[in-house]
């Protein structure tokens, strides 16, 4: 009998439990076989021991999967989920003690049917990021060294998918995910300025995140190092969007060394606008960078596709309330 985690506390496993040092192989060996554990008995048996926390920082219940309908029950402490479909390959890692966790990319498909397309979209960003929430951590996140899954292995995965349940709905989320961002503000600022305005979004040129910029001498010897890293990069147009939270400057080292990249950016030609959350949640004020961006970029933000667009509203209260729900200090 294998315990298979449903998708709310595989999303904890994977911000959480899974280390941040390494992506998981894809695509991962194990596939679904075996009867699942549904009985409270056999879920408490089973359970692994970092469930608590993570159901604690959530405050959701404990929720599993099953493959038959005739299997489906409530407990007073799990929800049991019915996959009534195919399951696609790649869809399970195996864990400790007969415990099955949705991959990523199943995590990713499994969500669709829990959260909105904004909300997807963002979830999107921060699988493919360098970025996991943390409710514990001040910051509201904790740092990756490498992202838990790539744009490819989404794609490749979801074009398995069939017609499974939600899969429509991710496929349309992941035309919008980017690849490498390092905050959930990050993920705010590339979602407002380059979603389609029919999505809320600006409708500007796609960023690259958190490129790696080579640096001249001079550039060089103010960062004391040969590249520079550039949160939304427009290398082309020399254009690098920064954001600057107050979170991310927690000792007197840290932000003595982010003055000296930006300095060193500007120092090799780039145009280095700053943001903070500040800026970004006041709609005027974050209008106002979405244009001067689009000038430089040479593109034309209609007079129509501006101010209190509905969509517009509506992406912002998303955005927000995604990071607050997940745990980003306001």
């Not at 009985?39 to 099953?66: H, K, N, Y």
């Not at 209008?287 to 034309?300: H, S």
């Amino acid at each position: 009998m294998k315990l298979y985690l449903g998708p709310e506390i595989s999303q904890m496993f994977w911000r959480l439990v899974y280390p941040v040092d390494r992506k998981p192989c894809w695509p991962p060996p194990f596939e679904a076989a075996g009867e699942c554990a549904c009985r409270a008995t056999d879920i408490r048996e089973l359970a692994p021991s970092w469930a608590s926390a993570c159901l604690e920082q959530s405050g959701a219940r404990f929720d599993v999967l099953t493959f038959d309908y005739a299997q489906r029950r409530g407990t007073a402490s799990a929800v049991t989920r019915l996959w009534g479909t195919d399951i696609p390959a790649g869809s399970f890692f195996e864990l400790d003690g007969g415990v099955v966790v949705p991959s990523p990319c199943f995590t990713f498909l499994l969500m669709a049917k829990r959260l909105s397309f904004l909300e997807l979209v963002a979830y999107g960003n921060e699988l493919c990021g360098v970025y996991s929430f943390d409710k514990n951590s001040p910051r509201g996140m904790r740092q990756r060294a490498v992202p838990l899954v790539s744009l490819a292995d989404l794609s490749r995965y979801l074009d398995g998918a069939g017609g499974a349940p939600g899969v429509e709905l991710a496929r349309k989320a992941l035309r919008y995910v980017v690849e490498g961002s390092a905050s959930p503000m990050e993920t705010v600022d590339i979602m407002l300025l380059c979603l389609p305005v029919r999505h809320g979004g600006y409708g500007l040129p796609v960023a690259d995140m958190n490129l790696e910029v080579p640096l001249g001498r001079l550039a060089a010897s103010i960062a004391n190092k040969q590249t520079c890293r550039g949160d939304l990069c427009w290398l082309d147009e020399h254009l690098i969007v920064e954001h600057q939270g107050l979170y991310d400057h927690d000792n007197s080292n840290a932000y003595s060394s982010d003055r000296a990249r930006i300095d060193a950016l500007k120092a090799e030609g780039y145009n280095v606008l700053e943001l903070t959350s500040s800026i970004v949640h006041d709609l005027n004020a974050f209008e106002g960078i979405a244009l001067f961006v689009a000038r430089v970029l040479g593109k034309r933000v209609r007079s129509s596709c501006r101010g209190r667009l509905p969509q517009r509203i509506e992406l912002r209260k998303s955005l927000f309330a995604w990071n607050e729900r997940s745990g980003l200090p306001r």
